[in-house]
């Protein structure tokens, strides 16, 4: 007989995150074994997630192990898209290493049993569906060491199967004499200098390079290269791109150089257009500061270690100030938010749980002295509380004290309330019910909501006199669901949106009600949701006030649960009769290949097709004389397209250099005697740094023999990476207008801030920004003027457009969006609805949409005459086809019979007024025929070695622009996000919606495990912790492990990236003794999250010094750093909190006591002097430690002490 656990989730009704767990342990000879089993002659695990009151439609998962504890089977129980098992195969090799990892099969007969035959079932399952392999695996290859590092690791299906020549490369040694420089860090007072100390003596630093699928076998390009010190410190990353034909050397060598200072600070960046430059003739160049201004990153620290100022290239000195509890309460400088020009400080006030409660716009002087100033003369008071009455400062009235300074002479920019309603302009009172009755409000009427946000104030960002604001609140139901979220506008018109929920809590309903003021109507929305039995997506309903319900789509799954079909649009809500089908396929790694039939329109007993659109990766249809080449690494080989306004097929051929930047775009039209077409070719060409050096671009007519050429752009830059002149050697009407020819004369200037402010050659004479560097005045030409409206959050409200004659106004109500005082539109997620108005009735058009890969919006259509079908003739309303980087084609297929819809490329506004022809992207404007931003990334320093204007990598065909603001997980190359205890993924039009992670899959692991972090409390430090990491500073991706080399089946952290796996072998030292690793995942889990956000906040810091150096008498191959001790104080904090044993030593499973985190014994500090946490940290951990749930420790002793 075998032993079995039985995990039962038991629900409580006033449980506010999730479900209480029951674990029965079935011992080996128990009575019970009999009755419960699921086989009595396998090792299991069973886990039952519960999605109702009963056990119907309850998801089971079942884990088979063998008899040293390892998974070889993993059943997913009717989670097929046919309501079979997925099935999952795990095969050791003699070593027990896992040389292969199987994709899932699917058992038409679910039944939970282990399957003895999961091997060759899953081969048979592979060979007989489509996509067709005989390699249904992952394999790896190891080197033939102790180490047991990876050599080559390949991927499912024939194209990437091992000795394909498409394998990952890894290759492993130490740097060589001459290989590279060796800087260095000289501080002197508040200023750091680089220094040049040679090159790097031979064998000093590890050199690891990884050469990806594309690697051709002798080429320098598709292989990166690392450089790390012997505490793990990048020194180094550098790669290759092959030079200009007949140019020496044959590649150009590519080099961004990380330097430290002597406390393992990280001090400067040097991204390859600086390194191929500032040493010359084994010495600095002269100019090397000024270098470094425009083109490094450059750090300077306080003496605790925290970063004080930091320069970003294009940008001023940037100044941050902290107070005793480490946390930031001023940056700057910042330009005013009224958009006047003025400087000053940006201040955060906390509360006393290190909550943001508001924030605050501080004129003044902002340099280093300032910056002491400030941080010397801040405190004794530290937070501010609830006052009784209300506080007013400038004019704006709040329910918290001022008493932390500044006291007085700011501005209030965003006022966050938690915990109750009872605050400044709070809800008069609370319903017992919202979403028709269907939803109750407990929180509020029966609880508090206590550590929940309750709501919110954002000013209206005009002057410095109006004070008026969007206030928002929040309305929970238990769980902490938000069962209303309510917007009220200073005018009296408001934004409500009413919630309804599962059991397990997916959104069921919402009902939307809009009123832009008191003199227009309110508009109410319901839109209505279900799930397949696998809870994946199924249907949307939509319904506006009272006129009929739409259905907005209805999915199909295939038997892996990939998404097979949707069925789009009409008033038949069972989707038999849609207005389109939209069928989608994918190949063996589950990429994306086609939308529909690119051949063939016309499929039976499905309506007409109207648009469809195929991705070719690792195969090409015309190579374009070698030109355009099959790739295996995840870029786009080819794009075809066809519609049914001429029903003719279009394709793009590319070729990417060594970096995977486009360099060309050759279009065709393959149906022709001469399928070469050219018509809407381009070329680019490009600095080390990623800048635009060339473009070449054709278009106005298709099919135009000889093509014609519209534009021959030419670049040229300051020092650094902002543009300075555009040369359109062309010239041509339909091109780009190059009305300053003088290069003598810059056509663009830009601000300290790195924000382009005139552009000669769109006649912008100026560019006023706000504090978030967002554009609030553009004026153009004489006459013409763009005004921008937005609130504290940088929420675009409203735009202004005067072009001297006449003014258009456009507003941004949550959705809604307004046309001269009149709705004109609001989206759904499959296109918008068109709204008109004749004598105060409204009439509501659904406008329904397609999109490509990139969420880019190819072909609008309607049903206007409402019989359930399209005319293509006359019901498609508009079609876009694009140039890789965003620019419309012209001279076939555009504005047919719609109305103008101002969002296109990537799904974004696009801002055409006055010639400006921007995108906007929300935190950035983006142009699309000179390919750039004009304002810094916020988010540059994570892509060193890219310029701060450039879009996606210069890989538009692959990437789009996104904002990293939370902790993403990734699974089968499918992004999801993990925000206030809830997985999420993008729907078609970019929109973070809930997901309901299949049962047993990566994403649900995961979820489940941030989950437990927090404990089932939104009050605990986990979710506090948890909470950190919404922060727009702290970005970490999550991907489970199972290709980090040596690392490979274990949990670690490398930068922003946390790499898991729940079965980890090996285990750890406790307060109790001993623990497995995979005993707890969740604290594991943790744990790694605690490296992240050192890696991010603290910018690896001290953090990176050794804390215990190498040693092979204890299995320690490479030292340790203080980083673990950081991490491991937050994963004792979670076991204190949850009544866990507490882990006393870094490294198990040995007698050494030099990784001693705690003792047993009392002290003040549990941490020693490795790392010292602040006081509010230690005084949440000695809490949670005192708590009683906590069964093994009451209180605990530094290492080393008596």
Known sequence: MKNFILFFLQKSPFDRIGYGLVIILFLNGSLHEHLFAQ?????????????????????????????????????????????????????????????????????????????????????????????????????????????????????????????????????????????????GVKIIGDNVFLKYNGDYPAQQLYKNSI?????????????????????????????????????????????????????????????????????????????????????????????RNRLMVKKIPGKTKEYIGYDKLDQVIATGPVTSPFGDGAEGWLRTKYDAFGRIVYTLWQPGQVNITSLK??????????????????????????????????????????????????????????????????????????????????????????DRNSTEGKMEHILYAFKSRPVRVQKDYPNKGYTIVDSKFDFVGNTVKTITKHRRDLS??????????????QWRPESHFHTINNFPSQLISKNSYNVLGQLSQKRVGGSDLTGAMPLQKVDYKYNIRGWLTHINNVDNLSQAGQPKDLFAFKINYDSVEDDINGAVKPLFNGNIAETSWRTSNDNIKRRYGYSYDGLNRITAAFYQRPDLSIPRAESYSTSYSYDSNGNLLTLHRNGQVDAADPPIAIDDLVYTYDKGNQLQNVVDQERHPD???????????????????????????????????????????????????????????????????????????????????????????????????????????????????????????????????????????????????????????????????????????????????LGLEWIDYGARNYDKWLVRYFNVDRMSEAYYDLNPYQYTANNPVKFIDVNGDYIYIWENGTQYRYENGETQKQNEKGKWIKHSAQE????????????????????????????LFENDDVNVSLFENTSQGDHKGKNVTDGTNIYTFSNQSGSIRTTGGSEKLSENFHITLGHELAHGLGNNLLRKGALSDTWIPADPNIGLKDPIKNSEVFASMYENMLRAEQGLELRTHYIGGTSDNRSRLIQKSKTKNPFGKVYNPTQSTLEIFNSLVRRPKAKSVNSIKPAGSQ
């Not at 257009?273 to 750090?299: M, P, T, W």
């Not at 019979?897 to 296109?904: A, E, F, L, S, V």
Request: glycine share 8%; hydrophobic share 25%; net charge negative.
């Open 735 to 913: 091109g780009y207008n190059d009305r300053n020819p003088d290069v003598r004369d810059p056509d663009f200037k830009y601000d300290n801030y790195g924000n382009l402010i005139a552009d000669r050659d769109k006649e912008i004479k100026e560019i006023t920004y706000n504090h978030m560097n967002l554009p609030a005045t553009i004026r153009i030409g004489s006459d013409g003027n763009i005004e921008y409206i937005y609130d504290a959050a940088g929420n675009k409200l409203k735009k202004e457009v005067n072009d001297g004659r006449e003014t258009s106004t456009t507003e941004y109500l949550d959705g809604f969006i307004y046309k001269n005082d009149k709705l004109e539109f609001f989206h759904h997620p499959e296109g918008y609805v068109q709204v008109s108005v004749d004598r105060d009735t409204y009439d509501y058009q659904y406008v329904f949409q397609y999109k490509d890969h990139l969420g880019n919006i190819r072909l609008s259509y309607s049903d206007l005459a409402l019989n359930g079908a399209i005319d293509p003739s006359t019901e498609i309303l508009d079609e876009k086809n694009y140039y890789p980087f965003g620019g419309e084609h012209k001279g076939y297929n555009s504005n047919i019979n719609g109305t103008y819809h101002p969002y296109g490329y990537n799904g974004k506004e696009e801002q055409d007024e």
């Open 39 to 183: 086989t009595d002659s396998q090792n299991y695990i069973k886990t039952t997630t519960y999605t109702g009151a009963n056990n119907q439609g309850a998801q089971v998962m079942i884990s088979y192990f063998d008899g040293l504890g390892r998974p070889i089977q993993n059943v997913a129980h009717q989670q097929a898209g046919n309501s079979g098992d997925l099935i999952t195969y795990i095969e050791y090799d003699s070593l027990g290493r896992q040389k292969k990892e199987f994709l899932p099969y699917v058992r038409d007969a679910a039944s939970l049993n282990f399957e003895s035959e999961a091997q060759s079932l899953t081969e048979v399952f592979y060979l007989s569906n489509e996509p067709a392999t005989s390699v249904p695996f992952s394999q790896k290859e190891f080197e033939k060491s102790p180490l047991n590092r990876i050599n080559k690791q390949s991927a499912p299906g024939e194209n990437w199967k091992m000795n394909s020549g498409h394998e990952i490369k890894y290759s492993y040694g130490t740097n060589t004499k001459y290989e590279l420089h060796f800087f």
């Open 1000 to 1027: 047993g899959s990566y994403v649900s692991q995961i979820a489940g495990a941030l989950e437990a972090i927090t404990g089932g409390d939104p009050n605990s430090f986990g979710s506090q912790f948890l909470g």
């Open 520 to 533: 227009m109507p309110e508009h109410k929305i319901m839109e209505e949701f279900t799930f397949n039995p």
């Open 373 to 462: 100033n400030l941080m010397n003369q801040h405190g004794p008071k530290l937070y501010e509380g609830r006052s009784t009455s209300s506080t007013i400062v400038g004019g704006v009235a709040f329910s918290y004290t001022s008493i932390v300074k500044p006291i007085s002479g700011y501005h209030v920019l965003t006022i966050n309330y938690y915990d109750d309603y009872d605050w400044e302009y709070g809800p008069r009172s609370i319903p017992y019910s919202v979403c028709n009755g269907e939803s109750s409000v407990d929180y509020g009427n029966k609880v508090m909501p206590k550590g929940l946000p309750t709501g919110n104030w954002n000013r209206i960002l005009t």
């Open 211 to 303: 050469k990806d699928e594309n690697w051709d076998g002798s080429s320098l390009e598709n292989e990166v290269t690392e450089f790390k010190d012997k505490q793990g410190r990048t020194i180094l990353k550098r790669s290759y791109i092959k030079n200009a034909p007949r140019q020496k050397p044959e590649y150009l060598q590519l080099d961004t150089y990380y330097v430290y200072d002597q406390f393992g600070n990280l001090s400067f960046v040097l991204p390859p257009k600086l390194s191929e430059q500032i040493v010359v003739n084994n010495a600095l160049v002269r100019n090397h500061q000024e270098l470094l201004d425009v083109l490094g990153y450059q750090y300077v620290y306080d003496q």
